[in-house]
């Protein structure tokens, strides 16, 4: 267990809804990291929030958003789903400024949209 | 901005044989090097990391890289393959701007032990 809990794991869905992928992180990390994997685009960054605040955006499409809460958990939105959205979805947090560590990884949730 | 470049999107090794997966960065000065390791069904878990002094860097389940600046290279090797290191190996370098810290990835290599 890496301490980072993504729920739910499976998400199967149709084309055109909107579903919530939720992230809680390392106990005492304060950022957060969204990351999309799939197979053509491979590890793409999508957006890092830190204390509550967005801090970066990578390449996330408008369709999607994210918050991170008071307690640090975050949700990644995902709305208007396409078929091309089907992929693996982590979250990764990071305790400190300083990127001496790397980030811990959640264990991903795979959605597909059918 | 930083980026990684992983040659050889698979490899495949005999068990007991060496384990190679090259990474190459670009820049000229590279604060940090990771190199992370994804089992099947699985995120990401740090196999090793690169900050500052020595060169060779020792991971964890026998891996090991060397961080070389002439050749801009990070490879990842381990002296013996085993079956459980099948898995897919991901190099990885920090992008930092505006105060955030963001890890860019290769495209990852899939490594294949065949018994």
């Known amino acids: 267990d890496s301490g980072v809990t993504q729920t739910p794991k499976h998400l199967i869905t149709a084309t055109g809804q909107r579903v919530t992928l939720r992230c809680s992180p390392r106990?005492?990390?304060?950022?957060v990291y969204w990351y999309q994997q799939s197979l053509d685009q491979g590890l793409q960054f999508l957006i890092q929030?830190?204390?509550?605040?967005?801090?970066a955006k990578g390449n996330i499409l408008e369709r999607f958003s994210a918050q991170q809460f008071p307690d640090l958990h975050s949700e990644l939105n995902l709305s208007s789903l396409e078929l091309g959205d089907s992929a693996l979805y982590f979250c990764?947090?990071?305790?400190?400024?300083?990127?001496?560590?790397?980030?811990?990884f959640g264990s991903g949730t795979r959605l597909t949209v059918v | 901005a930083q980026s990684v470049t992983q040659l050889g999107s698979h490899v495949s090794v005999s068990e007991g044989a060496l384990v190679l997966l090259r990474c190459n960065y670009s820049?000229?000065?590279?604060?940090?090097l990771f190199w992370y390791v994804q089992y099947p069904n699985q995120g990401l878990q740090l196999l090793l990391k690169?900050?500052?002094?020595?060169?060779l860097v020792k991971g964890i389940n026998g891996f090991e890289a060397e961080f070389k600046k002439s050749e801009t290279s990070f490879h990842l090797t381990k002296p013996s393959a085993h079956m459980s290191d099948a898995a897919e190996y991901f190099c990885?370098?920090?992008?930092?701007?505006?105060?955030?810290?963001?890890?860019?990835f290769g495209k990852g290599t899939k490594l294949s032990v065949i018994p």
């Open positions: 820049s000229s000065v590279p604060p940090y």
């Open positions: 990885a370098v920090p992008y930092s701007g505006a105060g955030s810290y963001q890890l860019t």
């Open positions: 690169y900050t500052t002094g020595a060169t």
């Open positions: 990764a947090s990071w305790g400190g400024t300083v990127p001496n560590y790397g980030y811990t």
């Open positions: 929030y830190y204390n509550g605040e967005e801090r």
């Open positions: 106990s005492g990390d304060l950022s």
